[in-house]
């Protein structure tokens, strides 16, 4: 009876101990879950680098602009309601999130160029959503399996708000930063101020039709309506 109650015993230990192994792993989100093809489309693109979701209905409530031309379009493809152009799955509200869309006030915040989209902060300041990424919450940032050091993620652009001691960090150039936009470096850590954040491609991306309503369903089971018979001539765009 021993015996089997300390095999019991082993084996229990060994399965959390893989448990953790894997969770500290795996990167914190369900993103591997829809995979590449819920993010982007390899033939029905409705939007730059490929994606096949984007929000054309919300506009940022910190300046009335759309938002158009932010990596945050696609972004709220599935994080915002149905009703704000979103698929509803786990939506946040721009009314009561971190400001996107705008240059940062540097008396407010310290951030790098290259944490910027074209001057303006964006979703992609903050997360690097690529499934590569190990990190709670796809942040950038190390900050603990259940982000209980958050703050070691806010220092990267509040270094003058923190404790500084009390998260162990000796300043915010010794900060590592996770990217997995550089193909030949590869999915890693990098020095804050040299992650790639996005990369500039070549806009060429136009919808032949209207935008499908977004989900996360591969998209080789959402075609949009326009694929059998468009409703817009690429040839005279």
Request: hydrophobic share 40%; with cysteine.
């Amino acid at each position: 009876m021993n015996k089997i109650k300390g095999l019991f015993m082993a084996l229990t230990s060994a399965l959390f101990i893989s448990g953790i192994l894997v969770t500290n792993t795996l990167a914190q989100g369900p993103h591997e879950g829809v995979a590449c093809l819920g993010c982007h489309s390899v033939h029905f693109a409705v939007d730059d680098k490929a994606f096949a979701v984007k929000n054309t209905t919300m506009i940022n409530p910190i300046n009335g602009e759309s938002l158009e031309g932010l990596v945050a379009a696609k972004c709220l493809g599935c994080h915002e309601t149905q009703e704000l152009g979103g698929a509803g799955i786990r939506p946040i509200h721009l009314h009561t999130t971190h400001p996107i869309g705008i240059i940062p006030n540097p008396r407010v915040a310290d951030v790098p160029d290259n944490l910027l989209n074209e001057g303006k902060l964006d979703c992609v300041s903050c997360h690097e959503p690529h499934p590569s990424n190990p990190n709670f919450m796809y942040l950038r940032v190390d900050t603990g399996s259940y982000g209980e050091n958050l703050q070691k993620f806010c220092v990267t652009c509040h270094s003058a708000k923190a404790d500084m001691k009390l998260i162990g960090v000796e300043s915010v150039d010794s900060l590592e930063l996770f990217s997995a936009m550089d193909q030949q470096a590869g999915a890693k850590n990098f020095r804050r101020d040299e992650v790639v954040t996005h990369n500039i491609s070549t806009k060429y991306i136009k919808p032949l039709g209207a935008i499908p309503a977004n989900d996360i369903l591969p998209n080789y089971l959402k075609k949009p309506a326009w694929v059998n018979e468009p409703e817009i001539n690429p040839l005279t765009q």
